[in-house]
T-cell receptor, first 112, second 119 residues
Framework: QKEVEQDPGPLSVPEGAIVSLNCTYS??????FMWYRQYSRKGPELLMY????GNKEDGRFTAQVDKSSKYISLFIRDSQPSDSATYLC????????????FGQGTILTVHP | DTGVSQDPRHKITKRGQNVTFRCDPI?????LYWYRQTLGQGPEFLTY????????KSRLLSDRFSAERPKGSFSTLEIQRTEQGDSAMYLC?????????????????FGPGTRLTVL
């Protein structure tokens, strides 16, 4: 079993839709949760960073963590074509705070 | 552009050859990380340095792989006797670990990656 599971999609939505992206993880020792966005042929860029259960909002993006279910989500409101990218969840903690463990990534396309 | 640079951006080599990649982190960052990403997968951790000390290595990092950060600034990743399975994007990231803040991960800033193709 992978430490982090993420549905690879692909996910295709119309412009303006609300997008929901999800990951599950297996090790309750993980305490820190991140979402990265990766455009084609680029390195990942950090979108959201949270370490507690609950919601964290930043503009059109909301990160949600449920530690009891080991489930993390990213919601994108009013999605735009420029949001088309691969979204990667990443977790840290346990025995290593340097290493990030990534999910497989979900490919999102927002069409006009 | 995050400020992390990698060179070369693309490398094509024949099986059995040695290759070396370079990463220049954001100048004040004391931590440097290497990840490998294959098509359709998320990045996989390989190793990381704090200054010149290599603090952690993944089991993925076989004895054909070696990484150095000799002066605590740039880093090199060498792959000896390349195999077709080594074809991947090699990503470098850097972060600033502040003293006294233990047990929390830093924000890692990624470079554009080096795409390796082994024929």
């Amino acid at each position: 079993q992978k430490e982090v599971e993420q549905d690879p999609g692909p996910l295709s939505v119309p412009e303006g839709a609300i997008v929901s992206l999800n990951c599950t993880y297996s090790n309750s020792a993980f305490q820190y949760f991140m979402w990265y966005r990766q455009y084609s042929r680029k390195g990942p860029e950090l979108l959201m960073y949270t370490y507690s259960s609950g919601n964290k909002e930043d503009g059109r993006f909301t990160a949600q963590v449920d530690k009891s279910s080991k489930y993390i989500s990213l919601f994108i409101r009013d999605s735009q074509p420029s949001d088309s990218a691969t979204y990667l969840c990443a977790i840290a903690g346990g025995t290593s705070y340097g290493k990030l463990t990534f999910g497989q990534g979900t490919i999102l396309t927002v069409h006009p | 552009d995050t400020g992390v640079s990698q060179d070369p951006r693309h490398k094509i080599t024949k099986r059995g050859q040695n290759v070396t990649f370079r990463c220049d982190p954001i100048s004040e960052h004391n931590r440097l990380y290497w990840y490998r990403q294959t098509l359709g997968q998320g990045p996989e951790f390989l190793t990381y340095f704090q200054n010149e000390a290599q603090l952690e290595k993944s089991r993925l990092l076989s004895d054909r792989f070696s990484a150095e950060r000799p002066k605590g600034s740039f880093s090199t990743l060498e792959i000896q006797r390349t195999e077709q399975g080594d074809s991947a994007m090699y990503l470098c990231a850097s972060s600033l670990k502040r003293g006294g803040v233990q047990g929390t991960p830093d924000t890692q800033y990624f470079g554009p990656g080096t795409r390796l193709t082994v024929l």
